[in-house]
């Protein structure tokens, strides 16, 4: 049962574009949601967050939009760099649980 | 600052064998945690702790095993390794639940 999906293996965008990575969760108690990313050989690091209170969170190329009725979030970086090319995780927790849940990953790669 | 520290990076181990993935951490965090992440899979969940003394199980906790005597350190061990323990291991620790998880660099280990 994966509760978090991050449908697209992979994406590729000019360096200067907008790199858009989506993701859908299916269980309605999540309310705290993560980007993480992870280049080869190093562990995930933390990028942004959002609490379900909000609808938008930015940190300055990075916004994270969570459409809470569509059970999906999305994470915009602009413009898109060649530093950016790594893979990228959401996550989600619930209150009342300290587990985060993964979603399997999305491979960005920044063309220069 | 060494952050979150994991020994050791690579290890082969032929199927019935044992070993313990280390961890340790030295930011004063309370809570710690271990992931596998196997390929094209998310960062699955095995076991965290939550302080000294204190651990629980995740979502794939079989297989393994962990202690927590120290707020530092966290180890991870495998009894009795199956080629399906074929994975690279991930330990992180935070202040809190919801508080960002700090990383280490992983263990990649092969069971053969």
């Known amino acids: 049962d994966q509760q978090v999906k991050q449908n697209s293996p992979s994406l590729s965008v000019q360096e200067g574009r907008i790199s858009i990575l989506n993701c859908d969760y299916t269980?309605?108690?999540?309310?705290?949601f993560l980007w993480y990313k992870k280049y080869p050989a190093e562990g995930p690091t933390f990028l942004i967050s959002?609490?379900?209170?909000?609808d938008k969170n930015e940190d300055g190329r990075f916004t994270v939009f969570l459409n809470k009725s569509a059970k999906h979030l999305s994470l915009h970086i602009v413009p898109s760099q060649p530093g950016d090319s790594a893979v990228y995780f959401c996550?989600?927790?619930?209150?009342?649980?300290?587990?985060?849940?993964f979603g399997e990953g999305t491979q960005l790669t920044v063309n220069p | 600052n060494a952050g979150v520290t994991q020994t050791p990076k690579f290890r082969i181990l032929k199927i019935g064998q044992s070993m313990t993935l280390q961890c340790a951490q030295d930011?004063?965090?309370?809570?710690m945690y271990w992931y596998r992440q196997d390929p094209g899979m998310g960062l699955k969940l095995i076991y965290y702790?939550?302080?000294?003394?204190?651990?629980d199980k995740g979502e794939v906790p079989n297989g393994y095993n962990v202690s927590r005597s120290t707020t530092e350190d966290f180890p991870l061990r495998l009894e009795l390794a199956a080629p399906s323990q074929t994975s690279v291991y991930f330990c992180?620790?935070?202040?809190?639940?919801?508080?960002?998880?700090?990383f280490g660099p992983g263990t990649r280990l092969l069971v053969l």
């Open positions: 992180a620790s935070s202040q809190d639940y919801r508080e960002t998880q700090y």
């Open positions: 269980n309605s108690m999540f309310d705290y």
């Open positions: 959002i609490s379900s209170i909000k």
């Open positions: 996550a989600a927790s619930q209150t009342s649980g300290s587990r985060l849940t």
């Open positions: 930011m004063n965090h309370n809570y």
């Open positions: 702790s939550v302080g000294a003394g204190i651990t």
